[in-house]
T-cell receptor
Framework: NAGVMQNPRHLVRRRGQEARLRCSPM?????VYWYRQLPEEGLKFMVY????????ESGMPKERFSAEFPKEGPSILRIQQVVRGDSAAYFC?????????????????FGAGSRLTVL | SQQGEEDPQALSIQEGENATMNCSYK?????LQWYRQNSGRGLVHLIL?????REKHSGRLRVTLDTSKKSSSLLITASRAADTASYFC???????????FGAGTRLAVHP
């Protein structure tokens, strides 16, 4: 079991470019969460997705940011027209689903993160 | 907005000593979880305590939860240099894993 796989691990973009971050959840996990971490801070919730559905995007900026989790393939976090303030570590996490929550085994498994640097 | 605050922000101890970190939160919760993050890495789940539990143990870890004070503590006994990391508490309030993290405690254990 390879765990939650994120790529790229490091991404450098110039202001105005687009950043695409990919996340492949653990095998058997159908729920994906994206979090952002600024230096010396805790993680901030961005968005929660199930296959082909956005369940909660309350933590996502209204502009320039979007996320998807297609039926096939990884979840994608897309940041358009990046600015320096977007520089952060972006973490993806996955869980089996609601059933696991009820049973109490609803902990998230995190990927190693993608570190975005905007020049 | 962040749910919790960790205290202290940074803690420096010698190997063999105990480390205690505290976490306070603002709203009612379903459960509270503690995670560890080594520098430049992802988060690793340590322990989960449900809102109807008061204390939980896992190896050298002991977690307490006081829902009346909206606070939790993580105790690491007989610390090792390998315990050096940032420790975060996170709360779950709704029906899914929308974790709300505190700012973390940076623990340094010196040999």
């Amino acid at each position: 079991n390879a765990g939650v796989m994120q790529n790229p691990r490091h991404l450098v973009r110039r202001r105005g470019q687009e950043a695409r971050l990919r996340c492949s959840p653990m095998k058997g996990h159908s729920h994906v969460y994206w979090y952002r971490q600024l230096p010396e801070e805790g993680l901030k919730f961005m968005v929660y997705l199930q296959k082909e559905n956005i369940i909660d995007e309350s933590g996502m900026p209204k502009e320039r940011f979007s996320a998807e989790f297609p039926k096939e393939g990884p979840s994608i976090l897309r940041i358009q027209q990046v600015v320096r303030g977007d520089s952060a570590a972006y973490f993806c996490a996955s869980s089996p689903g609601q059933g696991a929550f009820v049973s109490g085994a609803n902990v998230l498994t995190f990927g190693a993160g993608s570190r975005l640097t905007v020049l | 907005s962040q749910q919790g605050e960790e205290d202290p922000q940074a803690l420096s101890i010698q190997e063999g000593e105990n480390a205690t970190m505290n976490c306070s939160y603002k709203t009612s919760i379903n459960n509270l979880q503690w995670y560890r993050q080594n520098s430049g890495r992802g988060l690793v789940h340590l322990i989960l305590i449900r809102s109807n539990e008061r204390e939980k143990h896992s190896g050298r870890l002991r977690v307490t939860l006081d829902t009346s004070k909206k606070s939790s503590s993580l105790l690491i006994t007989a610390s090792r240099a390998a315990d050096t990391a940032s420790y975060f508490c996170a709360t779950v309030s709704g029906g899914y894993n929308k974790l709300i993290f505190g700012a973390g405690t940076r623990l340094a254990v010196h040999p």
